[in-house]
C-alpha cells in the first residue's frame, strides 16, 4: 500500500518531469534543488494537491504554478522573499482558482515569470506600455510577461524600472513582489547595484545605449537622498520612466522640477536637460550637482 508521504514525493516528482524541456533549465534547477530534502518534498507534495479528477496536462500545469508558488514563495526556501513579498503574493486558492482553466501554454508562461533568464531589451517593454499603461493593484500569482499594465496609482521611478527589470525576464516575479512596492531611496542601490559614474562631459557616450539602465543622484549624499531619478535609456539622448512630466526653467514660479515634485506619469524626457534642471536646482546644486551612473545588470540583485 502507499503511503501518503510516497504519495506526495511522486506528485512532486511528476511535476518536475512534467516541467522538464517547459521551463528553462535554470528555474528547473532552482525548483529540484529546493525539493532536495525528503521534509521539503513532502510539504510540497501536499500543497500541490488537487482535488480528485483525471490526471491530465492540465492538471500538470496547475500542480506546477502551485509548486513555483510554495517553494519560492509561500515557504521562503531560498529566504529571500520578504514578509511583504510573501503577503502581497496571495493565496494558493487564488492561484488554484486564476489558473484552473486556463489552457496549458498560459499556465507554463506563467511558471515562466518565477524564472529571470530573459534578455528583452528593458526600452522596447516600456515603449510597448505608451505613456498611461494603466492603474491596477498587482496581483503577482496571476501574473505573466505579457502583462502590460504598471499595476500601482502614480509609481515612482524605480517601481518602473523594477517592473521592466521584470517584463524584460531579466528579474523573477518573487523579486517582483518582494522589492515593486518596497524600493526607496535608501535600499535601490542595494537591490539595482552601485552605478558606475559617468563624468558628465563624457556624457555623449551613453545617450545611445538603448535598454540601460540610469541614475541620477546627489553629487554630495546627504541622508537618504541619494537617488534623484532612475530611468531606462532609449536612444537618441532620451530616456523613459515614471515621475517624467518635464522641466521647469530655472526660477519658474511653477513648483520644483516636475520629474522630482510633479505626477508620476510614465513618460520620455531628454537625458541632458535632466543634468541640466538637477544642476540648476537649488536642492542638488548645494549639493554640488548631480552624478549619472549606468547600472549594469551584472551588478543587480534580481534572484
Not at 551613453?206 to 530611468?231: D, M
Request: aromatic share 10%; hydrophobic share 40%; glycine share 8%.
Amino acid at each position: 500500500m502507499t503511503s501518503v508521504f510516497t504519495s506526495r514525493k511522486k506528485r512532486v516528482d511528476a511535476t518536475l518531469e512534467f516541467l522538464t524541456d517547459r521551463i528553462p533549465a535554470a528555474l528547473h534547477t532552482q525548483l529540484t534543488q529546493a525539493v532536495s530534502l525528503e521534509a521539503h518534498k513532502k510539504n510540497a507534495g501536499a500543497y500541490i494537491r488537487l482535488d480528485l479528477g483525471r490526471d491530465s496536462d492540465a492538471r500538470r500545469a496547475l500542480r506546477s504554478i502551485l509548486l513555483c508558488q510554495y517553494l519560492l514563495v509561500d515557504s521562503r526556501s531560498d529566504g529571500k522573499v520578504t514578509a511583504w513579498g510573501k503577503a502581497s503574493f496571495g493565496t494558493k486558492a487564488s492561484t488554484k482558482d486564476h489558473w484552473k482553466n486556463r489552457p496549458v501554454i498560459d499556465i507554463i508562461a506563467g511558471v515562466k515569470a518565477y524564472d529571470k533568464s530573459g534578455t528583452v531589451n528593458l526600452a522596447d517593454k516600456l515603449d510597448s506600455l505608451g505613456t498611461d499603461p494603466g492603474d491596477i493593484v498587482f496581483a503577482y500569482n496571476k501574473m505573466t510577461r505579457e502583462t502590460t499594465n504598471l499595476g500601482a496609482r502614480e509609481p515612482i521611478c524605480y517601481q518602473s524600472i523594477a517592473f521592466a527589470l521584470w517584463l524584460s525576464g531579466r528579474a523573477s516575479l518573487p523579486w517582483l513582489s518582494t522589492w515593486y512596492a518596497s524600493l526607496n531611496a535608501g535600499n535601490c542601490f542595494q537591490q539595482l547595484g552601485p552605478g558606475d559614474e559617468i563624468q558628465l562631459d563624457q556624457i555623449d557616450r551613453i545617450l545611445n545605449l538603448r535598454g540601460a539602465v540610469i541614475s541620477f543622484r546627489a553629487r554630495e549624499i546627504k541622508g537618504p537622498q541619494t537617488v534623484n531619478h532612475w530611468a531606462v535609456i532609449t536612444g537618441e539622448g532620451k530616456a523613459v520612466g515614471s515621475n517624467t512630466d518635464g522641466f521647469n526653467d530655472a526660477g519658474s514660479a511653477e513648483p520644483g522640477y516636475q520629474f522630482i515634485w510633479g505626477k508620476r506619469r510614465f513618460g520620455k524626457f531628454d537625458i541632458q536637460e535632466c543634468i541640466d534642471a538637477c544642476n540648476a536646482n537649488t536642492k542638488y546644486s548645494d549639493s554640488g550637482g548631480v552624478r549619472v551612473a549606468i547600472h549594469p545588470f551584472e551588478a543587480m540583485d534580481l534572484w
